[in-house]
């Protein structure tokens, strides 16, 4: 098992930057696919982008392609997401999560592993 905490939420004009931090308990998090999802008020929890358990090839949503990085250190248990050019629709709760099974790191279901979430607020 693995518990995940994260950090940086707030509170940012649009076009401006913030990162979000993730760090895992255990000594198994390099053996986890890595992901950031996100969920606005009213709509369902969408996935922003995951890494792979080496940190390669890492995927993004279209919305976000371009302006959000993610990035992972096996070495210190964490996975960031540094949000640049923010816009108003960023705006959600943002969550941390952990897969270890075999399927689509693209489905939310196959993460078994969530943090309590972290506030983005845009302003415009």
């Known amino acids: 098992q693995v518990q995940l905490v994260e950090s940086g939420g707030g509170l940012v004009q649009a076009g401006g930057s913030l990162r979000l931090s993730c760090v895992g308990s255990?000594?198994?998090?390099?053996?986890?696919?890595m992901a950031w999802f996100r969920q606005a008020p009213g709509q369902e929890r969408e996935l922003v982008a995951f890494?792979?358990?080496?940190?390669?090839?890492?995927s993004y949503a279209d919305s976000v392609k371009g302006r959000f990085a993610i990035s992972r250190d096996n070495a210190k248990n964490t996975v960031a997401l540094q949000m640049n050019s923010l816009k108003p629709e960023d705006t959600a709760v943002y969550y941390c999560a952990a897969k270890r099974s075999s399927g689509s790191s693209y489905r939310r279901e196959e993460y078994g592993y969530w943090g309590q979430g972290a506030q983005v607020t845009v302003s415009s």
């Open positions: 890494v792979s358990t080496g940190g390669g090839s890492p």
């Open positions: 255990g000594r198994t998090f390099s053996t986890y696919t």
